[in-house]
Every structure is written in structure tokens, then in C-alpha cells.
């Protein structure tokens, strides 16, 4: 059996670093298993779904170079097709038509609440007569599709988490299709993952409570239910949830900031799986090799910027050096200062980075660095000027080299 795993982002925002962990780790999982990795945009979501966001999900992917095998399916293009299944799942009794309004619903959950009573859909529809839901119909009343929940038990092996049961009485009978005809995301999801066929299902785990739903709509369709692996949370140093407050969290931030994608790639593989050994520095390749879900970790990973800094200033130092240049240069032509006549000596431009490369953390730093071989006016570290400029003693060191340089009858290394 091949493996195929897929990666499906909404594109209702940029990428995230969570989000982008998720697709390293099915990416990883599929690539280790000679299998395929696909990649579905779950766009049903008309209003908070732009055309933009799709653009920033393949920039990221294509930029850390995840890439993915066969046609990407959009949702929003195989509406009519969630649309039949549902109107199936009604002709065998295994779901029903909601005339509830939003009101309505309001109502039931204010009184459930009054009455410290779990919130949970009613089933006021399930127990209507078949005359009024047909003149329901004829008149055209606006309605939506619920799942009906058998009772039970459902549960499920979850490669990281181990076994998971949920008590069914504890799932309300949800919505599948919405009053305009679209999908809601359990039900779209089930059915794409179905006709991908999709064979394991890694994603984060606030996910976890979605799936005994998905898994009764596979039994209630009669399709396979996939394997299931939950990622752990991503956290900031404070323990809480990793957000915007944490600084960068979206891919294209980091780009910007000057990380090599090799070292976020790296990184983010890094933040829930651990080969063993303490191993830090671990190219993609090898990590094809050696990748096993088995050993992702259950606890939620501390996303730590300094490690990040670190690796990124070792994939700094380990680029190839015509490469780096080459990423150095859309740093460099950003700056006030940098000349285009600059770029005609090369070689020069390679012999300097190649001397300063070793105190980049990010290439945003490569300028700064250079500076002083390319200009008169260059700029002072603040914290430097603070430390040194105020101390005489300082200066009486330097003249003193200065006189001793002065002598040198050559200006090379050894000499020096
Ligand atoms: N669009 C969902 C998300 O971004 C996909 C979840 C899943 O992988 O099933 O969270």
C-alpha cells in the first residue's frame, strides 16, 4: 500500500509556523514511506476565503520547498459533490433537514444553560412529521443538513496520543451542509479525504474533538477511515498558546527577516519530533530517512527564537557561498547605501561575505556587516559606541596598533 498524506490549509490568513509544521510532518511521514503528499485548499468558506491567502500558502510551501505531488483540489469547486452526499445521507435516514432558525437555536441554548443542561441541538426537526417537512420544502424554507449521532461509543487509535474514546451522547447531531448549500468543514473533510485517498491524517490536536465525528461520517458513507496522529501544541516561552504576541508567526516573516528556509525547515521539524541522540543539525534528506511518527513527542513543544537564531546562523555558515551571496544581494539592494556598481566585482563581494558570514544570525544582519568594506560613512554598533568611545584607554590601544600597522610592509593575515 502507498501512503498518501495530505496537507489542508484554509486560506484565511497567512501561514503559520504551526500550520507549516503540520505539512513538514506529513510531508515527511509521506516522503519516508515513498508515498504521496497532497495538498487540498479547504476554501468553502466564501466570506473569509481570498484569493491572496492561496497565494501566501504555495509562496511558503514552494519557499521551504514542501513540495507536493499531484493536482491541489479546492473545495469550492466540488460543492455540488458534498451537496449529493448529504442529500444521501437523508434518503438513508442518517441525517435530516434542520428548519431550526438561528433564533430558534439561540432560544434552546439559553434555556439548556438556565437549566445547566449540556448545549446540544434539540432534534426538534428529527421528530417532524413527514407533511410538514415536504411543505416545508415546497415552500422553499430555508434549512440545513444535521448528522444524525447513533448511540455509542466511538474511538480510535491515535499514533502519538494512543487509544481515544468518546462517549457519542457527548456529540450534538451537527451540521453537514449549511443553509447556502456549502459544506461544513467535518463533513467537507471527510469526504475530499476519502476521494484522495488519503491513507493518515496528521494535524494538530485541537483537531482531536473533530474526529470521532469524521469517523462516524466514514462508517455512516461506508469509506476507510484513515490512521490519525495528533500534533501537540506549539507554545511561546510562556506557556501559552504561540501567537502574534510571541513575535513572527507567519513563514513569510521569517523569510523576511533573512532565515534560510533550510534552518526553519529544520527547526520546525524539530519542535514535537526528536530522532534521538540530542541531534540538532538534521538536513531534509536525512530526515526522510529516519523519520517515525512514533517517535513525535505528546507534550506541547516551546517554540524558542534563540534556538531558531542559532540554527539559522549555522545554515549561514554551512550555505553554499555563491548561494549566499546570491540571498545576500536582496538584503544588500534594500539598503540606502548599496550601489549597483558594487555588484560588478564579485568576487570581492564573495571574499567579504564569506569573512563576515560567521556573525550572521539572519541575513538581515549581512548588511551591517559588510558595510564598512563598501563605504566611509558606515554606522557604530550603539551598544559598542556606549562600552568603548567613553574610555580614553581605549584610544591609547589603538594608536599604539595603528603605528605598529603603519610598519607592515604587507596586509595579510599572517603578517597582521
Ligand atoms: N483546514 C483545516 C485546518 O486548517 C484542516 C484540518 C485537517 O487537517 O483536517 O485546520
Known sequence: MTVRLRFAPSPTGFLHVGGVR???????????????????????????SKKEWIDVILDGLKWLKIEWDEDIVFQSERIDIYKEYAEKLVREGKAYYCFCSEEEL?????????????????????????????????????????????????????????????????IEDFIILRSDGTPTYNFACVIDDNYMGITHVIRGDDHIPNTPKQILLYNALGFKIPEFAHLPMILGPDRKKLSKRHGATSVLEYK???????????????????????????????????????????????????KLLWLNSEYIKR???????????????????WKREFEKDRSYLKKVIELTRERAKVLK????????????????????????FGNPKVFEGLEEIKSEFEKLSEWNEKII
Open 319 to 337: 550555505k553554499d557561498l555563491d548561494e549566499l551571496v546570491d540571498i545576500s544581494l536582496e538584503f544588500l539592494r534594500k539598503e540606502k547605501w
Open 22 to 48: 503540520t505539512a513538514i510532518y506529513n510531508y515527511l511521514y509521506a516522503r519516508s514511506k515513498s508515498g504521496k503528499f497532497l495538498l487540498r485548499i479547504e476554501d468553502t468558506d466564501i466570506e473569509r
Open 365 to 388: 544582519d549581512i548588511p551591517y556587516l559588510i558595510e564598512y568594506f563598501y563605504i566611509d560613512e558606515f554606522g557604530y554598533d550603539i551598544e559598542g559606541v556606549e562600552r568603548y
Open 256 to 306: 523576511e527577516e533573512g532565515f534560510l528556509p533550510e534552518a526553519l525547515f529544520n527547526f520546525l521539524a524539530l519542535l514535537g519530533w526528536s530522532p534521538g541522540e540530542d541531534r540538532e543539525i538534521i538536513s531534509r534528506e536525512e530526515m526522510i530517512k529516519i523519520f517515525d511518527i512514533k517517535d513525535c513527542r505528546k507534550s506541547a513543544s516551546i517554540f524558542d527564537r534563540n
Open 106 to 170: 439561540e432560544e434552546e441554548r439559553k434555556i439548556q444553560k438556565l437549566e445547566k443542561k449540556p448545549i446540544k441541538y434539540s432534534r426538534k426537526c428529527l421528530k417532524r412529521k413527514k407533511e410538514e417537512i415536504e411543505k416545508f420544502l415546497k415552500e422553499g424554507k430555508e434549512k440545513t443538513i444535521r448528522f444524525y449521532i447513533p448511540e455509542g461509543e466511538t474511538k480510535f487509535n491515535d499514533l502519538i496520543h494512543g487509544e481515544i474514546v468518546f462517549k457519542n451522547e457527548e
